[in-house]
């Protein structure tokens, strides 16, 4: 009983490191988000396109810079692959 307990465990801790680690980086959101805080906030919460473009508004206002070729290139990103 106790060793397939252990190879439950083991099986299921596998499959959540494994689904952990498969989530796709995108490197302009490691680059600019993640100059401030953790880009994994980024990540954690999927959002509506007109919260994520207010989201980059108000980090826009507190210091984050970006070309308008990368706010496009971000904005992209966070609507296709981050969004509700």
């Known amino acids: 009983m106790?060793?397939?307990l252990l190879?439950?465990?083991l099986f299921i801790?596998?499959?959540?490191?494994?689904?952990?680690?498969?989530g796709r980086r995108y490197e302009i959101i490691e680059?600019?988000?993640?100059?401030?805080?953790s880009a994994s906030i980024v990540y954690e919460?999927?959002?509506?396109?007109?919260?994520?473009?207010?989201?980059?508004?108000g980090m826009k206002a507190r210091g984050l810079v970006?070309?308008?070729?990368?706010e496009k290139e971000l904005k992209k990103i966070l609507?296709?692959?981050?969004?509700l």
Do not use: M, P
Request: charged share 20%.
């Open 13 to 22: 801790s596998a499959i959540v490191f494994l689904l952990g680690c498969s």
């Open 66 to 70: 970006l070309s308008e070729a990368e």
């Open 45 to 57: 919460k999927k959002r509506t396109e007109s919260d994520w473009n207010l989201v980059i508004f």
């Open 31 to 37: 680059n600019k988000c993640g100059l401030c805080h």
């Open 7 to 9: 190879a439950l465990f």
């Open 79 to 83: 609507s296709q692959s981050l969004s």
């Open 2 to 4: 106790t060793v397939k």
